[in-house]
Each structure stands twice: as structure tokens, then as C-alpha cells.
């Protein structure tokens, strides 16, 4: 079920090609477990050269979870299932943390924006 209260998550965002490109793949698991990476205006996700497992969530403009994708392994693709007209982002997390924090599809996430990458 849904919480009517937004899910603050700690956030660095991938704004610049490099950036987006490299995502989380050149970090250690332990360095991503407190913040996620959102890649704005992404649909889609591939874990090719990660270190480690991910989750990936895919939300809309109002931050609203629209698919969680939970624990991929290396070399996976991830598509936003629910992508319907209009803005997508991706948050990338380490393998877990979208249990942990809660998310599931309906939910609402705020994100607090961190140093860039």
C-alpha cells in the first residue's frame, strides 16, 4: 500500500553525458547505500559493468513510483514498464534499498539533491 507522505531519499544527479553514461558503475556498493543516483529523462537502465547489484526505480514528473526493477546483476537491461507520455527518470540504488525505503509502484518519493558526480 502506498504512503500519502512522500519517501525522502538523498540523491546525486547525473546531469552531464559522462555522468549519466558512467552512472554507478565505477562506485563501491558501500557508497551508494545512503544515496541513490537519479538520471533525469531515462526510461531505461543497463547494469553493463557494475560491480555490484542494483534496484531500479522509475518515476514521473511528481515523483510518483511508477515500476521497481529489484536486485540485477551485471550486463541486465531494465525498461520502465508503466512509461506512458511524459517525463521518466530512473533512480539507481544499491541492491536492497528499494525494499528498505519503501518503494513500490504508487508511492511518492521526494528526492534531496546532493553534490553532482
Known sequence: MASAEPIEIPVRVARSFAARLRGLMLQRAGA???????LPRCASVHTV???????????DADGTVLDVHH??????????????????????????????????????????SLIEP
Open 32 to 38: 551508494v547505500d545512503a544515496a541513490g543516483l537519479l
Open 49 to 59: 559493468g557494475m560491480r555490484f547489484r542494483l534496484d531500479v526505480a522509475f518515476v
Open 71 to 112: 536486485d540485477l546483476g551485471a550486463w541486465r537491461v531494465c525498461v520502465c514498464r508503466a512509461a506512458a507520455a511524459g517525463r521518466i527518470d530512473a533512480l539507481e540504488l544499491a541492491a536492497g534499498c528499494a525494499h528498505r525505503l519503501g518503494l513500490a509502484p504508487g508511492c511518492r518519493c521526494r528526492f534531496v
